[in-house]
């Protein structure tokens, strides 16, 4: 399962992201005034699960975020953004909100997130040797994306392409339909993941 962390004042007392984060998924199918079953059919995620992730009751996966972040048309950045305390200009190292999902092998530093009246973010990805990350289309049609690969390799497929990107590598692209994110090893693979709203 997924794990957040954000910074000291998270300590080991429950998670105060996660539960803001279950609140703030909540409110977003409020405002769309759509049920838990409305939103499972445009989602393609069991009501139980919906119903149990809005309660705070499981840590949402990536898997499952990407599908939500989709529905509502939100980066997965700017959705963790928005439950994060309010956006300083500087982003200190101990402050960049961390998404861990240990079990699909990939770990996310919001290094520069979202902030009002900005369009750009940027994101540090680490996937362990033999991670596969696959996303079911763009969370904002034509979101424009660099990724600059810091060490390791990526097998990236975007629109169906393959590409396969070595250590100081740029793969940029607009993405429309869906994209996978694979390490094929040894070494763990580690990027930059710079992200632009059209």
């Known amino acids: ?27 977003l199918r409020t405002e769309r005034a759509w049920s838990l079953d ?9 009501r139980s699960t919906l119903s149990r992730l809005e309660r705070a009751e499981i840590s949402p996966t990536t898997a499952l975020l990407a599908k939500l972040c989709a529905t509502y048309e939100l980066t997965m950045s700017r959705l963790l953004a928005e ?8 982003v200190r190292a101990d402050r960049q909100a961390v998404w861990r999902d240990e079990d699909a092998g990939i770990t996310r530093r919001s290094v520069s997130p979202p902030s009002a009246g900005l369009r750009g973010e940027v994101i540090e990805v680490t996937l362990r040797p033999g991670a596969d990350i696959a996303y079911e289309g763009s969370p904002v049609p034509g979101l424009e994306h660099h990724a600059w690969i810091l060490e390791g390799a990526v097998e990236l497929t975007v629109d169906g392409t393959v590409h396969e990107a070595q250590a100081g590598d740029c793969l940029r692209f607009r993405l429309w339909g869906n994209s996978r994110w694979r390490c094929p090893g040894p070494a763990p693979a580690r990027y ?6 059209p």
């Open 1 to 27: 399962m997924g794990h957040l962390e954000g910074g000291a004042d998270h300590g080991d007392h429950g998670d105060p992201l996660e539960l803001r984060l279950a609140a703030r998924l909540a409110e």
């Open 38 to 46: 409305e939103l499972a059919h445009r989602a393609g995620v069991s």
């Open 83 to 90: 439950v994060e305390p309010a956006a300083s200009p500087l």
């Open 192 to 197: 930059v993941l710079a992200m632009v709203l």
